[in-house]
């Protein structure tokens, strides 16, 4: 079967929907670090429309390891395709990706990217573990790439390296037109990285530090739309539709959302017309996603997959499992959310179960469950924090840290890695306390790099340990009883 390129565009069915600018008269105005499905599905999609109402704004992908992404398309023009499933299905090919990188094999022609005049955006996907943050969210100096980037700061191997190693650049040339957008899931995600990136400028030169301060804008921004990786059957599937082979198309949901602070140093593409929100201050948007979508997203995923749960939609589909989630957003997460009359939180919390109810999505629990350890501080524990400071209830909030301990016990009995920054150190202590599921409570409550100052309270400790006994005998026959007592 051929492939996709810019030859068999022509080729494709009517009903597919394509680029509607020059793609090929077009030229780069952003770099993207970390190209993977979410940048892919949402950033990319944003932008390849918005080119319609002119500029050149095709991205350039910077991998900063993973080679696959540039072997796949570098065979299809750095073409793909978008495959919205959902009640109205489409696919639609997406022409944004101008050049694909890999920095260990192509700095130079990414450092050229980034320091070109004509660059003026950078954006991001790298997620939480990329931004080399300590548990307090600040740069953490002491980590591994940061010490590295220090000692070579002309061969970064860290995304705030990177981002420190081309500003320098600039500012020699005196091309500080350029605004850095962070596009993940952490609270304050523009303040944390111009904050990393300014800290670590400092490490290396205080005048460069202070350009930057002085002259680079770190928006803050909530990106929102449920993209599962993309698996061999969404290949085939494509390839069926197209008639042509996309060796990497992307899946995701209609609902897409992009709130972005209206703080730029420089030129942008047409995306507020093409739905993007541009607004002075993100933090309610950012707050409701996180909390409301991700909490409960990290919460079905540890729960449900000590169920023997595989997706969100079998998960929600359980009563007793969507009965738990409502209960935990009415009587916990909703309540922390200060929303006053600028959004329906209960609307916007069952818009979202409505989401997870979307049968032609098949999200894997076990996708979600990644990162334990950088994501449940933003999506659980926060939370918490609001919660004790109110003097309220967290019993609920406590069910996914405790099925996050259990899930980590439960994989390491089984001789089955995590995918986790932290997941030796968690394998290791799941091994010493094997069988011991207080004393494994215990020492990861411990990880003040995951609990900060939670690891001294005690209530919380407590109201843990409880659940984690409530819940270590779930199994799918007894997930309602279980549910039921929480
Ligand atoms: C998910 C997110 O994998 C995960 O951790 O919770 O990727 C989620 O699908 C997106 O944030 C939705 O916008």
């Known amino acids: 079967m051929a492939r996709l390129n810019f030859s068999t565009l022509a080729d494709l069915p009517s009903e597919v929907k394509q680029p509607q600018y020059d793609v090929n008269a077009t030229t780069t105005g952003i770099v993207h670090i970390g190209p993977g499905a979410f940048h892919r599905a949402h950033q990319a999609v944003y932008t390849d429309l918005a080119m319609a109402h002119g500029g050149n704004w095709r991205i350039d992908g910077v991998s900063m390891r993973s080679k696959s992404l540039k072997e796949k398309l570098s065979g299809q023009d750095n073409l793909f395709s978008l495959v919205v499933l959902d009640n109205e299905p489409y696919t639609q090919i997406i022409g944004a990706m101008n050049n694909v990188y890999v920095l260990g094999e192509d700095r130079d022609a990414i450092m050229a990217s980034l320091t070109a005049p004509a660059t003026h955006i950078v954006t991001l996907t790298i997620t939480e573990k990329g931004y080399c943050l300590d548990n307090q969210g600040k740069l953490d100096a002491a980590h591994p790439d940061i010490l590295h980037d220090k000692d070579f700061p002309e061969e970064p191997v860290s995304a705030i390296g990177l981002l420190v190693a081309a500003l320098k650049v600039r500012k020699e040339n005196d091309a500080s037109e350029i605004t850095i957008v962070s596009c993940d899931n952490l609270s304050d995600n523009g303040s944390k990285l111009g904050a990393a990136v300014v800290a670590f400028a400092q ?3 205080s005048e460069l530090a202070a350009w930057i301060s002085k002259n680079i804008c ?3 921004t909530m990106v929102d739309s449920i993209t599962p990786a993309t698996d061999d059957a969404l290949v085939s599937q494509t390839a069926a539709a197209l008639g042509v082979t996309d060796e990497w198309p992307i899946q ?5 959302q992009w709130v972005v602070e209206d703080k730029f140093s420089g030129p942008r593409p047409a995306w507020d017309k093409v739905g993007v929100t541009f607004t002075d201050d993100v933090h309610l948007f950012e707050k409701a996603k996180l909390r409301v979508l991700n909490g409960t997203h990290s919460t079905l995923a540890y729960t449900g997959t000590l169920c023997g749960i595989d997706t969100v939609f079998e998960a929600i589909s359980k009563p007793d499992m969507e009965a738990f989630i409502c209960r935990l957003l009415k009587e916990e997460i909703l ?6 009359d600028k959004m329906d939180l209960s609307a916007y919390a069952d818009d979202i179960l409505n989401r997870y109810h979307n049968k032609h999505i098949r ?6 469950a990644w990162d334990g350890s950088q994501k449940l501080p ?5 939370t918490v924090r609001d919660r004790i400071k109110a003097k309220a209830s967290f019993n609920l909030l406590s069910v996914p840290v405790a099925a996050w301990i259990l899930f980590i016990a439960k994989r390491q009995a089984a001789g089955e890695t995590i995918t986790d920054p932290m997941a030796e150190r968690l394998l290791s202590l799941a091994e010493k306390h094997s069988g011991d599921t207080k004393a494994l409570t215990d020492a990861v409550l411990n990880e003040r790099d995951v609990f900060a100052e939670l690891s001294d309270n005690q209530a919380f400790r407590d109201t843990v340990h409880g659940q984690v006994e409530k819940l270590s005998n779930i199994t799918p026959e007894t997930m309602a009883a279980c549910l039921g007592e929480l």
């Open 203 to 205: 490490l290396l030169d």
């Open 218 to 220: 770190f928006p803050n």
């Open 252 to 256: 995701r949901e209609a609902f897409t």
């Open 335 to 340: 309540p922390t959310i200060d929303a006053g």
């Open 363 to 368: 999200h894997l629990l076990a996708q979600i």
């Open 378 to 382: 933003f999506r659980i524990l926060n």
